[in-house]
């Protein structure tokens, strides 16, 4: 996760920006949060969940999730997915390193035909954004997804790195 610590900060530092900007959160909520962010990337303990979004929803209750999710749909145009209805697979073929995908809230969820897929709660942070697209060096179709979904979508994909990984120490 520490090798991620520049794009964490940077990709919260826009996102708390894109927030207040459109009238979904204040400043001083802004800044109610970045000081428990900040507090939480100083801990390797609390790095994997270390995020803006994650102290304004939970931990503050000063962000409505649905509401940002549909200001994410209506002005940016993208659609909105569940990955709880989503069969995820193995990261492993896209070069997706699952501690990237927890340090930006972000889920390359499939690949066709040079499309690839992928769901965020940091869409509106164009860091991640930017990264993403790098890194998959493809086309992407951009869906917001909630925390909840992003985060037991993550679990999942853990699981399966889990169970590769079991199967191939026991072939040997």
């Given at each position: 996760m520490q090798q991620h610590r520049?794009?964490?900060l940077r990709s919260n530092r826009f996102l708390g920006s894109s927030l207040v900007s459109k009238g979904l959160i204040s400043s001083e909520d802004l800044g109610a949060a970045n000081e428990k962010f900040m507090?939480?990337?100083?801990?390797?303990?609390?790095?994997?969940?270390a995020s803006i979004l994650t102290t304004l929803l939970y931990d503050l209750k000063v962000l409505n999730e649905a509401k940002l999710l549909e200001h994410i749909v209506?002005?940016?145009?993208?659609?909105?997915?569940?990955l709880n209805y989503?069969?995820?697979?193995?990261?492993r073929p896209m070069n997706a390193e699952l501690s990237l995908c927890w340090a930006s809230s972000t889920i390359p969820f499939d690949h066709v035909e040079g499309t690839y897929m992928v769901a965020s709660c940091y869409y509106i942070s164009a860091p991640v954004v930017k990264y993403w697209e790098e890194l998959l060096d493809g086309k992407v179709v951009w869906y917001a997804a909630s925390m909840a979904s992003i985060n037991r979508g993550l679990e999942r994909i853990e699981e399966i790195h889990a169970a590769e990984d079991a199967a191939a120490e026991e072939k040997g």
């Open positions: 520049a794009l964490i507090a939480a990337i100083q801990s390797p303990e609390l790095l994997r969940n209506e002005e940016y145009g993208i659609g909105l997915i569940d989503v069969e995820l697979r193995t990261l």
